[in-house]
């Protein structure tokens, strides 16, 4: 009775732990992240300025303006620095005026009317009176009309030489011009009004902050799970930077570049992400940290699409 006693209590035992692997197993199993979508995260990362620019003229001369100082806002397509120009802008000035004046055209288009109607009129006489005007005085009307047909013609081709100078005139007038690329600040002010420049040489420096790169390394068998437009969730390092209000901060991106190359010096893969910077968080220079999401391939071709 007791022999069967123990062996019925050590089978219900063996029973219950059997169940009760099988559920922890299929935790587990539930909890494992499908194959593909598991996150890979990079080592060794470093924020590092994505937008930034040197600005110069495209050719030398004397500084008339540089507006900004370091710090200032500014915006795309606003024009911060310029060289003296008076002598292309009064060149331009001149062929203004010589592009708006068709009296040549319109005088060789009345002079052709005049000629044409002259010669309708001695053809007329002839139809009228045979020979009353002889065929080489008729030539000489026919002559006449296309002279004036071609000089109408002439007239408008000079007129549209001097449009297209005009235009020619405005692109190098913009080259004594300095155009900011994209919005970002002043970095640095290399130069002053008056100063004379060679062409390349540095005016300002402008730099954005909006969205920074980050660098990192991933394992050799982790670059071929990721590739170029994978999601990725940056944090700053602040463990060392007694920055705790940032801890908890996230911000999103994706991957840029892969490298296809594996360092010699290291034997891991460089990878780069393109991260939205909100509210300039993310300094350059500062160690973070770097999470990728590795989007399968079928759903980065129905996205593509």
């Excluded at 209000?245 to 994706?254: A, K, L, M, V």
Aim: aromatic fraction near 6%; charge should be negative.
């Amino acid at each position: 009775m007791t022999r069967f006693w123990w062996t019925t209590s050590s089978l219900v035992l063996a029973a219950a732990a059997a169940i009760c692997l099988a559920s922890l197993n299929g935790e587990a199993a539930r909890a494992q992240p499908a194959a593909g979508s598991q996150v890979v995260h990079a080592t060794e990362c470093l924020i590092v300025l994505k937008d930034f620019a040197t600005l110069a003229a495209d050719r030398p001369g004397t500084l008339a303006f540089v507006e900004p100082e370091d710090g200032d806002d500014v915006r795309e397509g606003e024009i911060i620095a310029g060289l003296k120009d008076e002598e292309v802008t009064t060149k331009l000035a001149t062929q203004h005026i010589q592009a708006g004046n068709d009296v040549s055209v319109r005088y060789a288009e009345a002079a052709a009317k005049v000629a044409i109607a002259e010669l309708e009129m001695a053809v007329d006489a002839n139809r009228k009176v045979p020979d009353a005007v002889s065929k080489s005085e008729i030539n000489k009307l026919q002559l006449e009309a296309d002279k004036f047909g071609l000089s109408t013609e002439n007239a408008k081709l000079e007129l549209d030489v001097v449009k297209s100078q005009v235009k020619e005139t405005l692109a190098t007038l913009n080259t004594y011009k300095v155009k900011v690329p994209f919005d970002g600040y002043v970095a640095k002010v290399h130069r002053s009004t008056g100063e004379s420049v060679r062409q390349g040489d540095p005016i300002v420096e402008i730099i954005s902050t909006r969205r920074v790169k980050v660098e990192g390394f991933v394992t050799i068998a982790e670059s071929y799970q990721i590739k170029r437009g994978d999601k990725v969730t940056v944090r700053m390092k602040t463990a060392d930077l007694n920055l705790p209000q940032f801890r908890d901060n996230t911000f999103p991106g994706h991957v840029t570049f892969v490298d296809p190359r594996v360092s010699n010096l290291t034997g891991f893969v460089k990878v780069h992400a393109l991260v939205e910077n909100t509210g300039d968080v993310l300094k350059p220079g500062l160690p973070a940290e770097m999470a990728i999401t590795p989007v399968p391939v079928a759903q980065t071709a129905r996205v593509t699409r």
